[in-house]
């Protein structure tokens, strides 16, 4: 069992920066790959990003990429999101999910995939 919480949103204005956290619990944090999640109101969840377990790959969505950066620190539990060029668009909730199998591929993009979720942080972007 993994606890998630993130923490970290807020609002922005546009070309701001925010960066999101997520904690774990549990003493396993290093079994799971994580990734980062997102939810505008009236849209579907949408994949942000993924870290495997020990860090050294990742993948962002094509929207964020080169704007966000994803990293965790095993040895604190604890993953994040660095938003740098907000937009307007990026305003979501923002979720962090625990995927503790092996996934590959373009399926690490898939909200089913992972196991536990968190409760969301806001992030508003204004322009």
């Known amino acids: 069992q993994v606890q998630l919480v993130e923490s970290g949103g807020g609002l922005v204005q546009a070309g701001g920066s925010l960066r999101l956290s997520c904690a774990a619990s549990?003493?396993?944090?290093?079994?799971?790959?994580m990734g980062w999640f997102r939810q505008a109101p009236g849209k579907e969840r949408e994949f942000v990003s993924f870290?495997?377990?020990?860090?050294?790959?990742?993948y962002y969505a094509d929207s964020v990429k080169g704007r966000f950066t994803i990293s965790r620190d095993n040895a604190k539990n604890t993953v994040y999101l660095q938003m740098n060029s907000l937009k307007p668009e990026d305003t979501a909730v923002y979720y962090c999910?625990?995927?503790?199998?092996?996934?590959?591929?373009?399926?690490?993009?898939?909200?089913?995939?992972?196991?536990?979720w968190g409760q969301g942080t806001q992030v508003t972007v204004s322009s």
């Open positions: 999910a625990a995927d503790g199998k092996i996934t590959i591929g373009v399926r690490v993009t898939y909200p089913d995939v992972y196991d536990y």
């Open positions: 549990g003493r396993t944090f290093s079994s799971y790959s």
């Open positions: 870290i495997s377990r020990s860090g050294g790959s990742t």
